[in-house]
């Protein structure tokens, strides 16, 4: 029972830390990155395969066709929005604490074709 218990508080602890990859709702961990003076604020999470990547303060996001993403943003008061092509657009939030959770928000809406983080991956060689 009591591992149990530890099992839902670990898993409790770790839901905040996800979004949806085509549909799928993926769970990354955070991970403990002493601070740097060239972090930039990139907070770091591992995957269940062990791939380390970064979170930035900004969400990329591609609205469906049809769909005023403009308006949609606004609706979550997001405003600070750029155009990265003709149909994808990033938001730098302030609020960072919140990100995986606005991202999941947005996906959930049925409006867009994605919502996540703006994900910083280690490179590798291959």
């Known amino acids: 029972?009591?591992?149990l218990i530890i099992l839902l508080f670990a898993i409790l602890l770790n839901a905040d830390s996800s979004y949806y990859d085509r549909g799928e709702l993926v769970e990354l961990q955070k991970m403990k990155v002493l601070r740097t003076a060239d972090s930039n604020g990139i907070e770091y999470f591992k995957t269940r395969s062990g791939q380390k990547i970064g979170i930035t303060d900004e969400i990329l996001i591609q609205?469906?066709?049809g769909i005023d993403c403009i308006a949609?943003?606004?609706q979550f008061?997001?405003?600070n929005v750029s155009k990265v092509t003709d149909t994808i657009i990033v938001v730098k939030i302030t609020d960072?604490?919140?990100i995986f959770s606005l991202s999941r928000e947005l996906y959930e809406s049925?409006?867009?074709e994605f919502a996540?983080?703006?994900f910083i991956k280690?490179?590798?060689l291959r």
């Open 77 to 79: 008061n997001l405003s």
């Open 96 to 98: 960072y604490d919140n």
């Open 110 to 112: 049925g409006k867009v």
């Open 72 to 74: 949609l943003l606004n």
């Open 122 to 124: 280690e490179r590798r």
């Open 1 to 3: 029972m009591k591992k």
């Open 116 to 118: 996540h983080p703006n």
């Open 63 to 65: 609205c469906k066709v």
